[in-house]
């Protein structure tokens, strides 16, 4: 079982920047595909960016230069920075930790709130 935080989130004006944090508890940490997704309102979820075990990251093509996707095996954390934001960006941000290719668990965070606006 693996629990999920997140925090970080708040109102930035657009232009601005924000770090996001998720702190997973639980064992094999490590071993974790972990992703952020964003749901606004009124549109489903998607996928935001996401980082592999060997640290490979891929990343949606609309957040593609603006966003970096980090994670710390030591701390059990991944980081979501965020810079140049958009009115666009304004959503619920979830954290995921993904261990199905393993056989384990598919996890999620509550969320937090990033509102980009003036």
């Known amino acids: 079982q693996v629990q999920l935080v997140e925090s970080g989130g708040g109102l930035v004006q657009p232009g601005g920047s924000l770090r996001l944090s998720c702190v997973a508890s639980?064992?094999?940490?490590?071993?974790?595909?972990m992703g952020w997704y964003r749901q606004a309102p009124g549109k489903e979820r998607e996928p935001v960016a996401v980082i592999r075990s060997g640290g490979n990251t891929d990343y949606t093509d609309s957040v593609k230069g603006r966003f970096t996707f980090s994670r710390d095996n030591a701390k059990n954390t991944v980081y979501l920075q965020m810079n140049s934001l958009k009115p666009e960006d304004t959503a619920v941000y979830y954290c995921n930790a993904n261990g199905r290719r393993l056989g384990l668990g598919n996890y999620w965070g509550q969320g937090t709130q990033v509102t980009v606006s003036s």
């Open positions: 639980g064992s094999s940490f490590s071993i974790y595909t």
